[in-house]
């Protein structure tokens, strides 16, 4: 069963803290995603990986970077945390190819006041 | 644009009754188009696909070309039926695209 594990359920932060959001999968998946859901919006893709030391932006980079030094580690970083970034985040993983299923984390909610 | 539209944002029902949520999709190639839910206090999971052509908790969905459409269906909808449903496109570029979301709500 695959597992997808984020650091958090809950974080709260001030504006202008930098903001560590890690997540972990257990199942040797090539492919890490990371999104943000927000009511009324869906999902919306933040930074994905397909490789360790790789990176490609999704549709809302803008505030954010991401870390992969290892396989199963995918890192989100906000440099200087705003209240706009107050969301639900969801890491992801999956195996390879574009149409393989994606694997979810259980989410980390960030509250930036 | 290429985009994934989910008109309702919420559609509730009576238990039994039949569900039907509408997914339409904006892709000049060749689609490749998927259900995901999230139960109360679960994780986001994949429902099904359209390239399996399967039945999952009864619900499926068919891919309409002419319609540019890929709703989501099941004849009767059952209480733990409840969730936030997204549909969800490939892109070209090897990326998910989801739509807004439709919270279904079965009432018993």
């Known amino acids: 069963d695959v597992k997808v594990t984020q650091s958090s359920r809950y974080l709260v932060k001030r504006t202008g803290e930098k903001v560590f959001l890690e997540c972990v999968q257990d199942?040797?998946?090539?492919?890490m995603f990371w999104y943000r859901q927000d009511p009324g919006l869906g999902l919306r893709l933040i930074y994905f990986s397909y490789d360790v030391k790789m990176k490609e932006k999704g549709d809302i980079p803008e505030g954010y970077s991401v870390s992969r030094e290892k396989k199963e580690r995918f890192s989100l970083i906000l440099e200087s945390a705003s209240t706009n970034q107050t969301s639900m985040y969801l890491c992801?993983?999956?195996?390879?190819?574009?149409?393989?299923?994606?694997?979810f984390g259980p989410g980390t909610r960030l509250t930036v006041l | 644009a290429q985009r994934v539209t989910q008109p309702e944002k919420l559609l509730s029902v009576f238990k039994g009754a039949p569900v039907e949520l509408k997914c339409n999709y904006s892709?000049?190639?060749?689609?490749?188009l998927f259900w995901y839910v999230q139960y109360s206090r679960q994780r986001l999971q994949l429902l099904l696909r359209h390239i399996s052509r399967e039945s999952i908790k009864g619900f499926t969905a068919d891919l309409n070309k002419g319609e540019t459409s890929f709703h989501l269906k099941k004849p009767f909808a059952q209480e733990e039926d409840s969730a936030m449903y997204y549909c969800a496109l490939i892109l070209g570029d090897d990326k998910l695209i989801f739509g807004t979301g439709t919270r279904l709500q079965v009432f018993p």
């Open positions: 992801a993983s999956s195996l390879g190819a574009p149409r393989d299923t994606q694997y």
């Open positions: 892709y000049s190639g060749s689609p490749e």
């Open positions: 199942m040797d998946h090539e492919n």
